[in-house]
């Protein structure tokens, strides 16, 4: 995976024309942003809207190390300071949040029906502490109580590198439950079924997204920042399960 | 004159084996020179590393132990079948090696699954297969049991036919060729093949994740736990493959000194 992403970035120069418009965004925003990139290229003729899909901490790490991008879209506030600090970005906004939600396979085999049934899950699958959603799965069973989170923690048959494997793990029935984002759940409605986390057990995920400051693109970028931040972009990440910043 | 053709002749190809022999090399030397013994000892000490470690080479002797034992006879056949069955066979016991490794998780999957289409029978006998450290194996039989059967084939294959006829016709049993002749021939080949089997199974990634989960102490081999410290710290990740390299590096040269 890494390798292939490694090679992306290196064959990237070859591929994009300088009025290209290179957007970095993380992987969860993968249907709405597209949908607005051929929005923003309807129009502006002439522009072509370019995506590097990725986990948050890899687009870091590209853009560390001098990738070409013009906008970066982060599922997490922690890897857009990293590079406000680098002065790799300037002037990040908060254009949407997603939260952790419980999903079940179809037909619920375990009958968790709530998020106080998650001990009922023979086997359950989370994310690895290391990437965001293992981390904000460890603060919600913090916050349900040691022993709610010691029950939790003993049916875990696996713990993930990313959120969609949690999701995979679900939808081929191999686990009995998973916490993913609400995107995800909604991306697979077909196969998964959703359970609420309560609101005052659970986290939320903010996401900024930024012009970097070695943009090309400039004017384009904004435009597309303005785009997301716009009603039209606003209407179309709520069909995909996010909420609004202000709410 | 043809002093110096020879001399170009061999400037070239060492010039070309070189050139490759650098490319390989030259990666894994950067794993090792830009981290210092501190960086490994402390990749060491890293709270995930043992118990991988000791994943690692646990499931991986098992795998080996399972890839001779049934691999030797298949290659057996294969490489001295002349029937046209045995060049079909040849070719199935090699995709796994084409199947991207997490496809062939998934297709582990879908066959040894929970729903996959032996699941059911096999959860009936208690043998939920997936997400466990019999998984770990599968996984790495699947991958890396080609690899063996691939070389042992070829040095079965490339026997001398007449030294077995005599064999027989002195009288001594089919068990006694394949101990006393046929293995000390292909000796070399077969242990080739199995430290390149071994090597693949030890690497293992995609199809572990997929059919066997990343569960510290149970499926968390060293190079899943390599990918799982690369989401928090690179160094740490570096500091682990460094340690993976160094325990494939010292049992590939005793694997293949030993039975000379």
Not at chain 1, 78 to 101: D, T, W
């Amino acid at each position: 995976m890494r390798h292939v992403l490694a090679l992306v970035l290196t064959l990237w120069p070859l591929t994009t024309r300088a009025e290209d418009l290179t957007v970095f965004a993380a992987a969860s925003l993968r249907e709405p942003f597209e949908e607005l990139g051929l929005a923003l290229e309807k129009s502006t003729p002439g522009l072509i809207v370019r995506f590097n899909f990725a986990g948050s901490q890899e687009l870091r790490a590209q853009i560390e190390h001098g990738a070409q991008a013009d906008v970066f879209a982060s599922a997490d506030r922690k890897h857009m300071a990293a590079l406000e600090k680098l002065s790799l970005v300037a002037g990040p906004r908060i254009f949407a949040r997603n939260q952790p939600v419980v999903v079940v396979p179809k037909g619920n085999p375990a009958s968790v029906r709530a998020f106080a049934d998650l001990p009922k899950a023979r086997r359950l699958v989370i994310g690895a502490p290391e990437v965001p959603i293992g981390a904000y799965t460890l603060q919600i069973l913090d916050k349900a109580g040691a022993d709610f989170k010691a029950r939790v923690l003993a049916r875990v048959a696996s713990k993930e590198l990313n959120v969609r494997q949690v999701l995979a793990k679900v939808t081929l029935g191999e686990a009995d439950a998973g916490i993913v984002y609400r995107t995800d759940a909604r991306s697979a409605r077909d196969k998964v079924e959703t359970v609420d986390i309560p609101a005052e057990q659970n986290v939320v995920a903010e996401y900024p997204i930024a012009v970097l400051r070695a943009a090309t693109q400039v004017k384009a970028a904004q435009a597309f920042v303005d785009l997301v931040l716009s009603a039209e972009g606003q209407k179309r990440l709520a069909a995909a399960g996010f909420t609004a910043p202000g709410t | 004159m043809k002093r110096w053709r020879d001399r170009l002749f061999r400037l070239t190809a060492t010039a070309l084996a070189g050139t490759l022999l650098a490319f390989l090399v030259l990666p894994v030397l950067a794993l090792f020179v830009t981290s210092g013994p501190e960086a490994w000892w402390a990749g060491l000490r890293h709270p995930i590393t043992l118990p991988a470690l000791l994943l690692s080479l646990f499931t991986t002797a098992i795998s080996l132990a399972l890839i001779v034992l049934l691999g030797t006879p298949l290659a057996w056949w294969l490489g001295r079948s002349r029937t046209p069955a045995a060049g079909l066979v040849e070719s199935l016991v090699q995709l796994p090696i084409v199947i991207p490794p997490a496809v062939a998780g998934l297709a582990l999957l879908l066959a040894f699954g929970r729903l996959g289409m032996f699941g059911p029978l096999l959860e009936r006998t208690g043998l939920a297969l997936s997400f466990s450290t019999a998984a770990v194996v599968l996984a790495q039989v699947f991958v890396a049991a080609p690899f063996y059967v691939q070389a042992a084939a070829a040095a079965f294959g490339a026997l001398d036919d007449d030294l077995l006829i005599v064999a027989r016709t002195l009288g001594a049993s089919r068990a006694r060729i394949l101990f006393r002749v046929a293995l000390p021939l292909a000796r070399r080949s077969l242990v080739a093949g199995a430290a390149l089997a071994w090597a693949r199974a030890l690497g293992e990634f995609g199809a572990t994740l997929m059919f066997a989960g990343n569960l510290e102490g149970r499926t968390q081999t060293l190079p899943l736990a390599v990918y799982t410290a690369l989401e928090s710290d690179l160094r740490a990740a570096q500091a682990l493959a460094v340690v993976l390299v160094i325990v494939a590096l010292v049992l590939l040269v005793l694997l293949r000194r030993g039975p000379r």
